[in-house]
């Protein structure tokens, strides 16, 4: 069975760093495409980061510079290192493999960033 | 960039009514798109990829079409539980773009 677990959340303050792990089962994270969404409170669904399996990385220009894609393949786990966190950084993380769209998203970690 | 658009940003329909969102790239993404259903509090689900292909264990009531730009998702006749924001969303290159969404109600 295919599950992803996210760990990492909490509340910090702006300017500060926090790291968001997915742990992955039932698949290999290095054989898939992995993405980030998040969804700030009421807000829609934002595109962040994707890592192809062959380890290229993309980001959304809103955080380009700041987050880092990354993934253990011996761990089988996705990783997001956020630096220089903003209050518009505030969201719901989720941990998604990417198929034909995503068709596997973890429960969500919320970060909250307070100014 | 490619830009990704969604008609209406809501609509209110009655139990059994014909549903059809709209959802435009400002470029050509061939048929790399796929729709998801967001009940509120609860993670997305998709629903459908490729355009039209229906996901396993999605309800034959959904479906889509569309190629290129232009993409419609139609509920055939809408029931209480499909009440929910749906989404579409670029997957052909990075950036993986998501509409704003269209939230859906019953009336």
């Known amino acids: 069975e295919v599950q992803l677990v996210e760990t990492g959340g909490g509340l910090i303050q702006s300017g500060g760093s926090l790291r968001l792990s997915c742990a992955a089962s039932g698949f290999t994270v290095s054989s898939n495409h992995m993405s980030w969404v998040r969804q700030s409170p009421g807000k829609g669904l934002e595109w962040v980061s994707v890592?192809?399996?062959?380890?290229?990385?993309y980001y959304a220009d809103s955080v380009k510079g700041r987050f880092t894609i990354s993934r253990d393949n011996s761990k089988n786990t996705l990783y997001l290192q956020m630096n220089s966190l903003r209050a518009e950084d505030t969201a719901v993380y989720y941990c998604?493999?990417?198929?034909?769209?995503?068709?596997?998203w973890g429960q969500g970690a919320l970060v909250t960033v307070s100014s | 960039d490619i830009q990704m658009t969604q008609s209406p940003s809501s609509l209110s329909a009655s139990v059994g009514d014909r549903v059809t969102i709209t959802c435009r790239a400002s470029q050509g993404i061939s048929n790399y798109l796929a729709w998801y259903q967001q009940k509120p509090g609860k993670v997305p689900k998709l629903l459908i990829y490729?355009?039209?292909t229906l996901q396993s264990g999605v309800p034959s009531r959904f479906s889509g079409s569309g190629s290129g730009t232009e993409f419609t998702l139609t509920i055939s006749s809408l029931q209480p539980e499909d009440v929910a924001t749906y989404y579409c969303q670029k997957y052909d290159s990075a950036p993986l773009t998501f509409g704003p969404g269209t939230k859906v109600d019953i009336k």
């Open positions: 998604a493999r990417v198929v034909y769209g995503v068709d596997y």
């Open positions: 490729g355009a039209s």
């Open positions: 890592i192809y399996s062959g380890g290229s990385t």
